[in-house]
C-alpha cells in the first residue's frame, strides 16, 4: 500500500474512532436545552429584521441581559444573580401576569455581532380576558450582526416555547 493512501486511511480510521460529542454538543456554558413535559406544545418562532443603522445604535440599547426593558415594553426586571452578560447569570420579575426567571445561557459581543441566549424556567402568563398559557419552558437566542460594511444590521431572533393552555386546546 502506498504511504499516501497508509495514511488516509489511517486518517480516516482516527475519524471515525474520534468521540464526536464535542462536535455535537453545545458550545453554550451553562445548558440550554428546556424539559419538555407530556402534554406540551412546542412553539418554534423565528424572526429576521435588518435596518439601516449601524450595528452599535442597537448594541447600545440591547447589549446588557439585565436591562431588557427595550424588549418587553419597558418593563424592567426587579431581581438580579451574578454578573451581567456573563453566562449562568440570572434575571426575573413579572411580566403580563406572571412571574419569570431567566438564566443567560451564552454570550457575545464583537464589533460586528451581538448575540446571547438564555433560558426561562415555567411561569403561568396570565393576561385579563385571555386564555391563561402555561410555559413549561423556553429558550431564545437574540443575533444582532453588522451588514453592508457597518451601514446596516441583522436582527435575528429565535424561540422555543413549551406551553400548554387548555383554553386553545393545546
Given at each position: 500500500?502506498?504511504?499516501?493512501?497508509?495514511?488516509?486511511v489511517l486518517g480516516l480510521t482516527i475519524l471515525c474512532l474520534t468521540p464526536i460529542g464535542r462536535a455535537n454538543s453545545s458550545s453554550f456554558p451553562t445548558n440550554n436545552d428546556i424539559h419538555c413535559p407530556e402534554g406540551s406544545y412546542t412553539s418554534f418562532v423565528h424572526n429576521s429584521y435588518t435596518y439601516n443603522a449601524p450595528l452599535h445604535e442597537f448594541t447600545n440599547i440591547t447589549k446588557s441581559f439585565f436591562d431588557f426593558a427595550?424588549?418587553?415594553?419597558?418593563?424592567?426586571a426587579?431581581?438580579?444573580t451574578g454578573t451581567d452578560n456573563v453566562p449562568g447569570a440570572t434575571r426575573s420579575g413579572t411580566l403580563a401576569g406572571g412571574a419569570?426567571?431567566?438564566t443567560l445561557t451564552a454570550y457575545q459581543l464583537r464589533p460586528d455581532?451581538?448575540?446571547y441566549s438564555y433560558h426561562g424556567d415555567p411561569y403561568v402568563l396570565a393576561v385579563p380576558g385571555q386564555p391563561t398559557i402555561d410555559f413549561n419552558g423556553y429558550a431564545?437566542?437574540?443575533r444582532f450582526e453588522s451588514i453592508?460594511?457597518?451601514q446596516g444590521n441583522l436582527y435575528r431572533h429565535h424561540h422555543l416555547h413549551m406551553l400548554q393552555s387548555p383554553e386553545l386546546g393545546v
Open positions: 500500500m502506498h504511504s499516501g493512501h497508509l495514511a488516509a427595550w424588549y418587553t415594553g419597558g418593563v424592567p426587579t431581581n438580579f419569570y426567571h431567566e455581532v451581538l448575540e431564545e437566542t437574540m453592508c460594511g457597518g
